[in-house]
Structures are given as C-alpha cells and as structure tokens.
C-alpha cells in the first residue's frame, strides 16, 4: 500500500522567515495531494492541494510543490506569522474504485516564534 | 451549510468495553471516512463508507467496525476496548462519488476517546 513519511516532524521559525515541510510518498497511482493545517484542540482543515497534473500552486503566503518522477511534494510557507503554529499533515489520495483513498504524514509541529 | 458532527464529543470507558461513535456528514455527502489520531502516529485511515457500503478499509483488526445508513450518517463500533485505543477519532465526509479523482475532505471535531 501507499506509505507517505513527512519531514521534519517539528519545526521552529522565526517571525517573517519561510518554513518548508516535505512529504514522500511511494505509490505512482496517487493523485491529489492535499495538506492540512490543525490547531491546537481543532479539525484538520484543508489550506492547499495540489494534483497530480500540476507541478505548483500558489495561495497567497502558501504553495505547494508535486515532484512525480522522485515522488515528492512540498509546503511552503513564506513570511510566517504567529497564527501560522500547527500542526500540519500532508496526504496522498489513490483512486480506488469509485473513490479516494487519502494517506496521511505523521504531521509536523510548526511553531512561529514572535 | 452545516459542517461534520460527530458525537460524543468525549469518552471515557475502561478495558474491554465496546464504544459506539457517530458522524453526521455535509449534507449532500455520500462518503464518511473515519481516522484515528494518536500523537506521533498521525492520521491512520480505519475505514471508508459511501452509500451504505465499506468501499475501503484500513489495517485495524476487526474489532473496528462501522457501519452508514441511508441518510448517509456512519457509525464507528470499537469492541474488547485496549488501553492502545486511546486516541483521538476523526471523520471526514466528502462528496465521494462519481468519476471526480479529487474529493475533498471535510473533518468533523473529533470523539476523544479515553480508555482506563
């Protein structure tokens, strides 16, 4: 099966500096490569995807970079802010029948330092 | 439009109890996905329903089981409960069907779950 490791695990930055977090992934068939930003005590929440067709997306602050051929993807994260601290999770979804599959990092542990 | 429920909020059981949770999807979702969070083990994926069918399953042993009913709420069943059981349990509702490859995951707040 599909198997999604995410780096690093915990990250510190200051205020104004980028953060970047990297996910691999091991199966081609995955397709769509949604990240997810949690707050203490909160849901998971979408803030960017990316498919397969594409190799980069914007979002204002956000982007996110797919590498097919090494199997990678990419967040970046330009002039952190406080509000920015979370814990973020990348996922690789695989078609299955008549739906997705979605395979989760381990997440990462951003803290924006003021 | 109402986001995902889940109920309860928290839970707390000892050993060898069984636990029912529930989710209440988007309206108009088809699909519910249920995950278990535990800390440094991220999100692991349990299992997956659309239409009132198990269309993907996760690694868990068979005392995860689950079940959707025809308005398209799911139920999570956990029997012989373990202490390793404690965690955090999330569902994810999407539109799930059709051809679309990209179905975006909507989650619910979570049903902590505390085994003693």
């Known amino acids: 099966g599909e198997n999604v490791e995410q780096h690093p695990s915990t990250l510190s930055v200051q205020e104004g500096d980028s953060a970047v977090i990297k996910c691999t992934y091991s199966?081609?068939?995955?397709?769509?490569f949604p990240w997810y930003k949690q707050e203490l005590g909160k849901r998971p929440q979408l803030i960017i995807d990316i498919r397969s067709n594409v190799g980069e997306k914007k979002d204002q602050r956000i982007a996110v970079t797919l590498n097919k051929t090494a199997k990678h993807f990419s967040l970046h994260i330009t002039e952190t802010q406080p509000e920015d601290s979370a814990v973020y999770f990348c996922?690789?979804?695989?078609?299955?029948?008549?739906?997705?599959?979605?395979?989760f990092g381990t997440g990462t542990s951003l803290t924006v330092i003021p | 439009k109402a986001g995902v429920t889940q109920t309860p909020r928290y839970l707390i059981k000892t050993r060898g109890q069984q636990v029912t949770l529930s989710c209440s999807p988007i309206s108009g979702h088809r699909s519910v996905s249920w995950y278990q969070q535990t800390p440094g083990q991220g999100l692991q994926f349990l299992f997956e329903y659309f239409s009132e069918t198990q269309r993907n399953k996760g690694n868990f042993p068979g005392r995860f089981s689950g079940r959707q009913f025809s308005n398209s709420r799911s139920e999570m069943n956990v029997s012989t409960l373990e202490l390793g059981d404690s965690a955090l349990y999330l569902c994810?509702?999407?539109?799930?069907?059709?051809?679309?490859?990209?179905?975006?995951?909507?989650f619910g707040p979570g049903t902590r779950l505390t085994v003693l």
């Open positions: 996922a690789a979804s695989i078609r299955r029948d008549l739906g997705n599959q979605f395979y």
């Open positions: 994810a509702s999407s539109s799930g069907g059709g051809t679309a490859s990209y179905n975006e995951q909507f």
């Open positions: 199966d081609s068939a995955s397709n769509y």
